[in-house]
Nanobody, 119 residues
């Protein structure tokens, strides 16, 4: 089982920045594609960002392009989401997820970390 532990959430003012982190257990982190998702109260979980195994390819939902950056440090078994120019609509629980090789979906999820952006 892959365990994912998120950290770095908190309260930030609109226009500010925050970086959330996700630390993974295991020896095969570098074989996983990683993603960030978020879920606001009463809304469905939505995709935010994805990074491939090597870190050379990333993809973002349109609403965060130019503001958020996903990155990974395979030596530290950690994936990051740098969030700049935060807006109140970014308020949500942010989840880290791992996709195992040859899997059609994300297989493991973290517990989530709350990000609240005040106006």
């Amino acid at each position: 089982q892959v365990q994912l532990v998120e950290s770095g959430g908190g309260l930030v003012q609109a226009g500010g920045s925050l970086r959330v982190s996700c630390a993974a257990s295991g020896r095969t982190f570098s074989s996983y594609a990683m993603g960030w998702f978020r879920q606001a109260p009463g809304k469905e979980r939505e995709f935010v960002a994805r990074i491939n195994r090597s870190g050379g390819s990333t993809y973002y939902v349109d609403s965060v392009k130019g503001r958020f950056t996903i990155s990974r440090d395979n030596a530290k078994n950690t994936v990051y989401l740098q969030m700049n120019s935060l807006k109140p609509e970014d308020t949500a629980v942010y989840y880290c997820a791992a996709q195992l090789p040859n899997s059609a979906r994300y297989d493991y999820w973290g517990q989530g970390t709350q990000v609240t952006v005040s106006s």
